[in-house]
Nanobody, 124 residues
Framework: QVQLVESGGGLVQAGGSLRLSCAASGRTFSSGYMAWFRQAPGKERKFVAAINWSGGSTYYGDSVKGRFTISRDNAKNTVYLQMNSLKPEETAVYYC?????????????????WGQGTQVTVSS
């Protein structure tokens, strides 16, 4: 079993930056993917970014390419999401997720483990 804990959310002005962290503990694995999703009130949970835990390959949703960067620190069992040039419409609860399988998925249903979420609010 894997436990995920997000941190780093908060209030930021439009155009600003924020870095989220996700610390993994418990029965971690050396392969598979960790990802970030976000969900605004009344909306579906949407894919933001993912990283392969062993190789470090990264993948992004179209709307965040060039502005967000996902990275990992294997020694700390932590994944990060650096968010730059934030927009008000990106206000949402941001969730860290993990899956043990060696192929990428952008579907929330394919991720086995989830953190509790951290609120990101971007003001106009």
């Amino acid at each position: 079993q894997v436990q995920l804990v997000e941190s780093g959310g908060g209030l930021v002005q439009a155009g600003g930056s924020l870095r989220l962290s996700c610390a993994a503990s418990g029965r971690t694995f050396s392969s598979g993917y960790m990802a970030w999703f976000r969900q605004a009130p009344g909306k579906e949970r949407k894919f933001v970014a993912a990283i392969n835990w062993s190789g470090g390959s990264t993948y992004y949703g179209d709307s965040v390419k060039g502005r967000f960067t996902i990275s990992r620190d294997n020694a700390k069992n932590t994944v990060y999401l650096q968010m730059n040039s934030l927009k008000p419409e990106e206000t949402a609860v941001y969730y860290c997720a993990a899956r043990r399988y060696a192929y990428l998925s952008r579907r929330s249903d394919d991720y086995e483990y989830w953190g509790q979420g951290t609120q990101v609010t971007v003001s106009s």
